[in-house]
């Protein structure tokens, strides 16, 4: 697979992202804690260009000592990206859908070297 150079470090601080066209290959570049994750832009529900939907933090139920449902928080270890079409939820960290992990993004490897951002496609 090709190496192809996509974009400066200094453009993609922690939590951005960057949407590319690589040939005829739209890819969604995202910078996390974890550090450089690239995913074709392409929804495995129904092909929306999942990388380009909102970025949230995880929803978690908050139980109590009962283990009933007392209300809902944020996760901010786990951030998820929403394809805007229909929803479908992806963690980002993983590419993995937030409740069918079956259910991934298509991912490329990335790096960073001399101030730049390459992704292997």
């Known amino acids: 697979m090709p ?3 996509v974009g400066e470090s200094v453009k993609l601080q922690e939590g951005g992202r ?3 066209q690589v040939g005829d290959l739209s890819v969604g570049v995202f910078r ?3 550090g450089l994750r690239a995913y074709e832009n ?3 529900h129904q092909g929306g260009p999942a990388c380009q939907g909102r970025v949230v933090p995880r929803v978690r139920e908050v ?3 009962g283990k009933r449902v007392i209300g ?3 996760d901010l270890k786990e951030m998820h990206v929403v394809c805007p079409w229909h929803g479908a939820e992806y963690k980002i960290d993983t590419g993995e859908h937030a ?3 079956r259910i991934a993004l298509r991912r490329f490897e990335v790096d960073e ?3 730049h951002i390459y992704v292997n496609v």
Do not use: N, Y
């Open 3 to 5: 190496r192809v150079m």
């Open 18 to 20: 960057l949407i590319v």
């Open 32 to 34: 996390t804690t974890q």
């Open 42 to 44: 392409v929804c495995a």
């Open 63 to 65: 139980l109590d000592s």
């Open 72 to 74: 809902q928080d944020f």
């Open 99 to 101: 409740t069918i992990p």
């Open 113 to 115: 070297s001399e101030g």
